[in-house]
């Protein structure tokens, strides 16, 4: 839920809601935050609460999911900082 203070801020609550989000963030089609909501290829409206919560797994197909669901990402070496490296 996204909701604006007295001084007129939004803030979202998915953030603090987030219990199992690691597991939006971990997939290969994941996005970002944009707009105060999490974004990814399935939803790019913005990822439905009950999904982002986990009260949802999207492991199987969910209307309005775009044929998109849950595959981990693969971290490939070009992905690391090169301070993980030591040629020495």
Same mark, same amino acid.
């Given at each position: 839920?996204?909701?604006?203070?007295?001084?007129?801020?939004?803030?979202? $609550?998915?953030?603090?809601?987030?219990?199992?989000? @690691?597991?939006?963030?971990?997939?290969?089609?994941?996005?970002?935050?944009?707009?105060?909501?999490?974004?990814?290829? @399935?939803?790019?409206?913005?990822?439905? %609460?009950?999904?982002?919560? #986990?009260?949802? =797994?999207?492991?199987?197909?969910?209307? #309005? $999911?775009?044929?998109?669901?849950?595959?981990? @990402? %693969?971290?490939? $070496?070009? /992905?690391?900082? %090169? =301070? =993980?490296? /030591?040629?020495?």
């Amino acid at each position: 839920m996204i909701w604006t203070d007295k001084k007129g801020v939004r803030h979202s $609550d998915y953030h603090v809601s987030c219990v199992t989000c @690691a597991i939006c963030m971990d997939c290969k089609h994941f996005k970002e935050m944009g707009n105060m909501k999490p974004i990814c290829s @399935a939803f790019p409206q913005g990822i439905p %609460e009950t999904v982002w919560t #986990g009260s949802l =797994l999207h492991t199987i197909p969910v209307k #309005g $999911d775009h044929g998109f669901q849950y595959e981990k @990402a %693969e971290i490939e $070496d070009t /992905d690391l900082p %090169e =301070l =993980l490296y /030591d040629e020495d």
